[in-house]
């Protein structure tokens, strides 16, 4: 599992609420990536981060924002939770810049 | 724009039933072929990097081929726990360094007795 948690694994929340999900490594790894995962959709990619405190924007990440301050942290945060963001969420790292390996995934419902 | 196609969308074998799934895509440049497989409710687990036409990639019942324009991973003599949807990528590199992945929507595969 490449020694990646995701924390929560599920949370149920309010539309307009603030939500804050994170990934934690314990491999020293230089790059992260939040993906969601969504029917008749690929994995799409929200934010990444090559090294602490760089990051940069993916496919799809109006509404959301992360923050690195700790090599094995990354957090995502959905600054005003919408239905639309109802997904499932999964972190990712990079070995050696190329293969990734995914976390277990967040189950967020926006109710 | 990268883009990929997976067939079939679903597809149910007896178990022996050797089979093949379809990965076809539109790249401005390969970087790299990747196949994983996803478990329900688990995150993807990685399978096999493919980078060039005619390289080929084997673990256990699945073996990987690509081709300029479409990948295919055969699996032979399947087994019940083989079900799974089986997920294709595409790699780009993005400033600063990382990858990120085009991922196709998926095979799922049921192997039955």
């Known amino acids: 599992d490449a020694g990646i948690t995701q924390s929560p694994r599920h949370k149920v929340t309010e539309t307009g609420t603030p939500v804050t999900l994170r990934c934690h490594q314990t491999?020293?790894?230089?790059?992260m990536y939040w993906y969601r995962q969504d029917p008749g959709h690929g994995l799409r990619l929200i934010h990444y981060?090559?090294?602490?405190?760089?990051?940069d924007k993916g496919e799809v990440s109006d509404g959301y924002s992360v923050s690195r301050s700790k090599t094995e942290d990354f957090l995502l945060t959905l600054e005003s939770a919408t239905s639309s963001q109802t997904s499932v969420y999964f972190c990712?790292?990079?070995?050696?810049?190329?293969?990734?390996?995914f976390g277990p995934g967040t189950r967020l419902t926006v109710t | 724009e990268d883009q990929v196609t997976q067939s079939p969308e679903a597809l149910r074998l007896q178990e022996g039933e050797s089979s093949s799934l379809n990965c076809s895509y539109t790249?401005?440049?390969?970087?790299?072929l990747f196949w994983y497989r996803q478990d329900p409710g688990k995150g993807p687990e990685f399978l096999f990097t493919?980078?060039?036409a005619g390289e080929e990639k084997e673990k256990e019942r699945l073996k990987a081929t690509l081709t300029k324009k479409e990948s295919f991973l055969h699996i032979t003599a399947p087994k019940p726990e083989d079900s799974a949807t089986y997920l294709c990528?595409?790699?780009?590199?993005?400033?600063?360094?990382?990858?990120?992945?085009?991922f196709g929507t998926g095979t799922q595969l049921k192997v039955e007795l």
């Open positions: 990712a790292i990079s070995v050696g810049s190329v293969e990734q390996y």
């Open positions: 990528a595409v790699r780009l590199i993005l400033t600063g360094g990382g990858n990120k992945l085009t």
């Open positions: 491999e020293n790894h230089r790059y």
């Open positions: 493919l980078y060039s």
């Open positions: 981060s090559y090294g602490v405190k760089d990051t």
């Open positions: 790249v401005s440049g390969l970087r790299g």
